[in-house]
C-alpha cells in the first residue's frame, strides 16, 4: 500500500511532483497517448514539461520520456506550456504554447516525433508569429483534422473585455490562415458565483453530426482559473452559433479537461483535478494534481455534455466490496470498501414529507463518525448536495458544499435517484445517468476500511440499492532514467 494515504492508484500521475493541464491527447501506432503540463523537480507550478504516459487500453500503462522541455534561449525557454498533439502518418506533432516571461503572449509552436513518442524534435521558432489585433491573451492551441482540412483554436481574451476563441486552417499544418473569431462573449453567469471568464484558455471542440460544443476554461485576471464551461452550438460559415453556457463539471476541483477522438469513434476526455489544501501540505507531501479518470463524452440530441468513465474502467473491479439491498428510517450501515473503490447506487426517499433533504449516502472514514463525506438528495431544489465540510479531520484541508442538478430529486419527481462514485484516496467523481459530473478532493485521516452508510431524512424512510468494488492500481511501467523511480514502492502503481 502507498506509504502516502492520499496518493491515488487509479488516475493519471507521476508518484513525484506537480503535475496539471493534461496535453497532447492522441491516438497513434495502437496506443493512447496522454501528455500533462509537468514540473519534474518539484510540487509546484514552475519550469513545465510535459510529462507522458502511453496505454494500449486504458488500463496498461507506459511512462515515456518527458516530451517536452524548455530550450535555454528559445521560444519556449521559461516553459512548454499547454497544447494538443495529433497523428499525421508516422508521426505525431505536438502544437503548445511557448512562454517567455519577457513577453505577455505564449504563441504557438511545435514539436515533432517520428518515433511514437519516445522522442521529440522541437521546430525552434514560432508556427504563428504574428497575433490578430486586438488580443489581450493568447494561448493554448486545439488541432483537429475535418473535411479535407487542419483546424486550430486558441484561446483568447480581447480588448473591450470578452473572451474568445480564435479559428485558424491549413492544409498542410505549416502555413496558417485566421479566419476569426470563432466564438467571443463578455462573462455571463453559469452557476452561483461563477461566471465564463474574462478570457478563455484550453479550448477544446466537441462536434458531431452538425452539432458541436466548445469546451472552455474560465480564466480571470486576477483570480486565474476558475471552472470549465461549455457552449453548445453549432458552426455557421466560420462561427460557432452558441447557445446558453452551462458548467461541464460541478464540482470545485476540475479544469482544463482535454479531448481524444478514439479509434471506435468514442471521444475521450481527461481534467486537471488540482489540490484542496494548504500549500505547506502540498509541499510536504512531494506531489501535486493528477488526472481525472477518462471519461467517455457525448453530445445529446438537446445539445447538452454528457459524461461516464470509460467502459474499460470496469476492468479495474476488484472482488465486490458491497452488495445491498434495503430501506431504513434512520441509519443503516451497508457495509465497508477500501481507499479505492466504484459505487453504483439507487437510491428511494419514501414518505419524505416537505421538500428538504430526503436522506444521504454517506462515506465515514473515522472509526468514532466524525470524518464522512456526504451526498445528500435536496428535494427542494431538485439537486445532489456534495458535503465535504467534515471530510477531513485535518484542519489543512479544504471543506465546502457543492450542487450538481439531478431533477429525479425533486420532490414532485417520484423517481429513484441512481449515481456512480468513483472514490480513489483523496478523489471522489460523482456521474449521474443525465451525464452530469461532479469532481472533489478530500483527504481523509482515518485508515481504512471505510463505511458505508444509508440516512433517511426527516420523517421520511430511504430505500437503496449498492453494489460497491474495490479498484485495483493501474499497471504502470516507469523509464529506467525516470526522476520517479526511487519513489515507485510509493506510487500505488507496479510493474507488469
Given at each position: 500500500?502507498?506509504?502516502?494515504?492520499?496518493?491515488?492508484?487509479?488516475?493519471?500521475r507521476?508518484?513525484?511532483?506537480?503535475?496539471?493541464?493534461?496535453?497532447?491527447l492522441?491516438?497513434?501506432?495502437?496506443h493512447?497517448?496522454?501528455?500533462?503540463?509537468?514540473?519534474p523537480?518539484?510540487?509546484?507550478?514552475?519550469?513545465?514539461?510535459?510529462?507522458?504516459?502511453?496505454s494500449p487500453?486504458?488500463?496498461?500503462w507506459e511512462?515515456?520520456?518527458?516530451?517536452?522541455?524548455?530550450?535555454?534561449?528559445?521560444?519556449?525557454?521559461?516553459?512548454?506550456?499547454?497544447?494538443?498533439?495529433?497523428?499525421?502518418?508516422?508521426?505525431?506533432?505536438?502544437?503548445?504554447?511557448?512562454?517567455?516571461?519577457?513577453?505577455?503572449?505564449?504563441?504557438?509552436?511545435?514539436?515533432e516525433?517520428?518515433?511514437?513518442?519516445?522522442?521529440?524534435?522541437?521546430?525552434?521558432?514560432?508556427?504563428?508569429?504574428?497575433?490578430?489585433?486586438?488580443?489581450?491573451?493568447?494561448?493554448?492551441?486545439?488541432?483537429?483534422r475535418?473535411?479535407?482540412?487542419?483546424?486550430?483554436?486558441v484561446?483568447?481574451?480581447?480588448?473591450?473585455?470578452?473572451?474568445?476563441?480564435?479559428?485558424?486552417?491549413?492544409?498542410?499544418?505549416?502555413?496558417?490562415?485566421?479566419?476569426?473569431?470563432?466564438?467571443?462573449?463578455?462573462?455571463?453567469?453559469?452557476?452561483?458565483?461563477?461566471?465564463t471568464?474574462?478570457?478563455?484558455?484550453?479550448?477544446?471542440?466537441?462536434?458531431?453530426?452538425?452539432?458541436?460544443?466548445?469546451?472552455?476554461?474560465?480564466?480571470?485576471?486576477?483570480?486565474?482559473?476558475?471552472?470549465?464551461?461549455?457552449?453548445?452550438?453549432?458552426?455557421?460559415?466560420?462561427?460557432?452559433?452558441?447557445?446558453?453556457p452551462?458548467?461541464?463539471d460541478?464540482?470545485?476541483?476540475?479544469?482544463?479537461?482535454?479531448?481524444?477522438?478514439?479509434?471506435?469513434?468514442?471521444?475521450?476526455?481527461?481534467?486537471w483535478?488540482?489540490?484542496?489544501?494548504?500549500?505547506?501540505?502540498v509541499?510536504?507531501?512531494?506531489?501535486?494534481?493528477?488526472?481525472?479518470?477518462?471519461?467517455?463524452?457525448?453530445?445529446?440530441?438537446?445539445?447538452s455534455?454528457?459524461?461516464?468513465?470509460?467502459?474499460?474502467?470496469?476492468?479495474?473491479?476488484?472482488?465486490r466490496a458491497?452488495?445491498?439491498?434495503?430501506?431504513?428510517?434512520?441509519t443503516?450501515?451497508?457495509?465497508?470498501?477500501?481507499?479505492?473503490?466504484?459505487?453504483?447506487?439507487r437510491?428511494?426517499?419514501?414518505?419524505?414529507?416537505?421538500?428538504?433533504?430526503?436522506?444521504?449516502?454517506?462515506?465515514?472514514?473515522?472509526?468514532?463518525?466524525?470524518?464522512?463525506?456526504?451526498?445528500?438528495?435536496?428535494?427542494?431544489?431538485?439537486?445532489?448536495?456534495?458535503?465535504?465540510?467534515?471530510?477531513?479531520?485535518?484542519?489543512?484541508?479544504?471543506?465546502?458544499?457543492?450542487?450538481?442538478?439531478?431533477?429525479?430529486?425533486?420532490?414532485?419527481?417520484?423517481?429513484?435517484?441512481?449515481?456512480r462514485?468513483?472514490?480513489?484516496?483523496?478523489?471522489?467523481?460523482?456521474?449521474?445517468?443525465?451525464?452530469?459530473?461532479?469532481?472533489?478532493?478530500?483527504?481523509?485521516?482515518?485508515?481504512?476500511?471505510w463505511?458505508?452508510?444509508?440516512?433517511?431524512?426527516?420523517?421520511?424512510?430511504?430505500?437503496?440499492?449498492?453494489?460497491?468494488w474495490?479498484?485495483?492500481?493501474?499497471t504502470?511501467?516507469?523509464?529506467?532514467?525516470?526522476?520517479?523511480?526511487?519513489?515507485?514502492?510509493?506510487?500505488g502503481?507496479?510493474?507488469?
Amino acid at each position: 500500500m502507498p506509504a502516502d494515504p492520499h496518493l491515488p492508484v487509479a488516475h493519471l500521475r507521476p508518484p513525484r511532483n506537480w503535475i496539471n493541464d493534461p496535453n497532447g491527447l492522441a491516438f497513434h501506432d495502437g496506443h493512447y497517448h496522454v501528455c500533462f503540463q509537468h514540473h519534474p523537480y518539484g510540487p509546484e507550478h514552475a519550469n513545465m514539461h510535459w510529462g507522458h504516459f502511453r496505454s494500449p487500453d486504458l488500463i496498461t500503462w507506459e511512462e515515456l520520456p518527458l516530451a517536452l522541455t524548455p530550450t535555454p534561449g528559445g521560444e519556449d525557454a521559461d516553459g512548454c506550456f499547454s497544447g494538443n498533439a495529433i497523428s499525421d502518418g508516422d508521426r505525431m506533432v505536438a502544437f503548445y504554447s511557448a512562454f517567455r516571461t519577457d513577453r505577455w503572449a505564449q504563441p504557438v509552436t511545435t514539436a515533432e516525433s517520428r518515433d511514437n513518442g519516445v522522442t521529440w524534435t522541437p521546430r525552434g521558432s514560432l508556427l504563428i508569429p504574428e497575433l490578430p489585433e486586438g488580443a489581450t491573451m493568447y494561448r493554448d492551441p486545439y488541432v483537429w483534422r475535418e473535411a479535407g482540412r487542419w483546424r486550430m483554436l486558441v484561446g483568447s481574451a480581447q480588448a473591450g473585455g470578452r473572451a474568445a476563441a480564435l479559428l485558424y486552417e491549413s492544409g498542410d499544418l505549416e502555413q496558417w490562415k485566421y479566419r476569426g473569431l470563432f466564438l467571443d462573449r463578455a462573462p455571463q453567469p453559469v452557476a452561483p458565483g461563477a461566471d465564463t471568464g474574462l478570457g478563455w484558455e484550453c479550448p477544446q471542440y466537441l462536434h458531431a453530426d452538425g452539432r458541436g460544443a466548445l469546451l472552455l476554461g474560465a480564466w480571470d485576471p486576477e483570480l486565474g482559473p476558475r471552472r470549465t464551461v461549455v457552449y453548445p452550438g453549432r458552426e455557421q460559415a466560420g462561427r460557432f452559433l452558441a447557445g446558453d453556457p452551462v458548467l461541464l463539471d460541478h464540482g470545485p476541483d476540475f479544469y482544463a479537461p482535454a479531448l481524444l477522438p478514439a479509434p471506435d469513434g468514442r471521444w475521450l476526455l481527461w481534467g486537471w483535478s488540482w489540490e484542496a489544501r494548504d500549500p505547506k501540505w502540498v509541499r510536504e507531501s512531494g506531489w501535486a494534481g493528477l488526472l481525472t479518470m477518462p471519461r467517455e463524452v457525448t453530445l445529446a440530441e438537446d445539445g447538452s455534455v454528457r459524461q461516464r468513465p470509460a467502459a474499460e474502467l470496469l476492468a479495474l473491479r476488484d472482488e465486490r466490496a458491497v452488495t445491498a439491498t434495503g430501506e431504513t428510517a434512520g441509519t443503516a450501515v451497508l457495509g465497508t470498501v477500501g481507499p479505492s473503490f466504484d459505487l453504483t447506487a439507487r437510491l428511494e426517499p419514501r414518505s419524505a414529507g416537505s421538500a428538504g433533504t430526503a436522506g444521504r449516502l454517506r462515506l465515514v472514514t473515522s472509526a468514532d463518525g466524525t470524518e464522512y463525506l456526504d451526498i445528500r438528495i435536496d428535494t427542494a431544489a431538485g439537486e445532489l448536495v456534495v458535503d465535504r465540510d467534515h471530510a477531513s479531520l485535518d484542519p489543512r484541508a479544504h471543506g465546502g458544499t457543492y450542487r450538481v442538478p439531478c431533477p429525479e430529486a425533486s420532490a414532485v419527481s417520484g423517481a429513484p435517484v441512481e449515481l456512480r462514485l468513483v472514490v480513489d484516496r483523496s478523489v471522489a467523481e460523482l456521474y449521474l445517468p443525465s451525464g452530469r459530473a461532479l469532481t472533489l478532493r478530500f483527504y481523509p485521516t482515518g485508515g481504512a476500511p471505510w463505511r458505508i452508510e444509508a440516512h433517511a431524512g426527516g420523517e421520511g424512510s430511504l430505500g437503496y440499492t449498492v453494489g460497491a468494488w474495490n479498484l485495483r492500481p493501474y499497471t504502470m511501467r516507469y523509464t529506467a532514467d525516470s526522476n520517479a523511480q526511487s519513489a515507485l514502492p510509493d506510487a500505488g502503481l507496479v510493474r507488469p
